[in-house]
């Protein structure tokens, strides 16, 4: 009797679940999608898919849906696993009544959730976001996403062992953090410079983990030949938004640097790439030998 009663609440329940697509969708089933790819194969490939991606988003911002999936489609054909263009894409469909095709541009990162990271956070996010209550609260979706786990990413513990790496002179732990194909952005500024332009950030890309060593190298003090300099953390990290931040001391020593930001990618669920590292810079001191990023 116990079973039967509780074999009858569960097909109640599962009846009660919201249906993915409505009586009338606003839009067509796609005849395909883009493929899923876990990451790019080159850094232009991630630039061209980000533009689409952009040129996609302000199209949606006027409400031109026409005009935002062509170009979002396109973003994904170049490059499977743009996490912007996938997700604007699913949005945009569910909000048009056609869930069945948001749900199959989210399975298969669903599929690779615990090979790779930014599919496991990708997911967590939908669980979390209202725009997708609908999907999440289907039989579906929730099936896809039963197994997907609470417990957010630890970006914090990330940036702290990045940082102890780089402070620290260990080449070892720094090149776990480089990507081969994803770049990077260095941002340094120098508020005491006499040279204005130094006083204000500058970005520069850098790709690969012997960039990424290079950098690294400028904090190098174990190794004299590397004629390092002190790199100064402050504190613990804030993190938000993939980005972990150090509160930046009020001045900057000469020939010492401060790190202030770490940004990092997710490439798996406990390994992530940097994407950005901001620095603060005391003034120069001329030392012979000194490493340079020029």
Not at 158 to 166: R, V
Not at 189 to 214: I, N, S, V
Request: some cysteine; hydrophobic content about 45%.
């Amino acid at each position: 009797m116990r079973q039967t009663l509780f074999v009858g609440l569960l097909l109640l329940l599962v009846a009660c679940r919201p249906k993915l697509d409505d009586e009338q969708p606003t839009l067509k089933v796609p005849t395909s999608l883009p493929v899923f790819v876990q990451e790019p194969i080159a850094a232009s490939v991630v630039f061209r898919a980000t533009e689409l991606a952009s040129e996609a988003t302000v199209s949606l911002a006027r409400h031109d849906v026409k005009t935002a999936i062509p170009l979002l489609t396109e973003a994904l054909t170049v490059d499977g696993s743009h996490e912007q263009a996938r997700w604007l894409l699913a949005q945009t469909f569910l909000a048009a009544g056609r869930g069945s095709v948001a749900l199959k541009l989210i399975a298969p990162l669903a599929a690779h959730q615990k090979d790779c990271g930014w599919c496991l956070e990708f997911l967590q996010k939908v669980k979390q976001d209202k725009a997708f209550s609908r999907l999440v609260q289907s039989a579906e979706g929730h099936a896809l996403l039963a197994d997907v786990p609470e417990t957010p990413l630890p970006y914090a513990q990330w940036a702290k062992s990045l940082a102890t790496a780089m402070q620290n002179g260990k080449p070892d732990e720094v090149g776990k953090y480089a990507h081969i194909t994803m770049p990077f952005d260095l941002v340094r500024a120098c508020p005491d410079c006499t040279d204005a332009a130094k006083r204000e950030p500058q970005h520069r890309p850098l790709l690969g983990q012997t960039m990424l060593l290079k950098v690294a190298s400028r904090f190098d003090m174990v190794r004299p030949e590397s004629a390092g300099i002190p790199l100064i953390i402050v504190g613990e990290p804030q993190c938000k938004d993939r980005c972990c931040t150090w509160q930046a001391p009020k001045t900057v020593a000469p020939a010492t640097a401060a790190l202030t930001r770490l940004c990092l990618r997710p490439t798996s669920p406990t390994q992530p790439t940097v994407s950005e590292i901001a620095l603060v810079f005391g003034t120069s001191v001329t030392r012979a030998g000194a490493p340079s990023l020029k």
